[in-house]
């Protein structure tokens, strides 16, 4: 019966793992999808920026202020690496 009961224990940690992997997985595409359209929303208002100025230049910065959110989401947590 222990044997049993640890098998069924350990197949159920392996799952949980591998679903863990798979939402990681998810989450970074996710936020370099939401990075690379803030990167590109932020070359517009670099556009913008070049011709009129007081509008473009408070997009610019709300998308910075964006971008440097995603980014530090990102680099919380590298590929692969675990929780302490």
């Known amino acids: 019966m222990r044997t049993n009961a640890s098998r069924i224990t350990s197949d159920l940690i ?3 793992a591998a679903s863990r992997r798979a939402l990681e997985s ?3 595409r996710e936020l370099g999808e939401v990075l690379g359209s803030a990167s590109r929303a932020l070359g517009r ?3 913008q920026l ?3 100025g007081s509008a473009a230049r408070a997009e610019l910065a709300r998308l ?3 971008r440097r959110a ?3 989401v990102a680099q919380a947590r590298p ?3 675990r929780p302490a």
Do not use: C, T
């Open 14 to 16: 392996d799952q949980i």
């Open 26 to 28: 998810e989450l970074r």
């Open 45 to 47: 208002a670099r556009a």
């Open 50 to 52: 070049a011709g009129d």
């Open 64 to 66: 910075e202020g964006l």
């Open 70 to 72: 995603v980014e530090a």
């Open 79 to 81: 590929n692969g690496a």
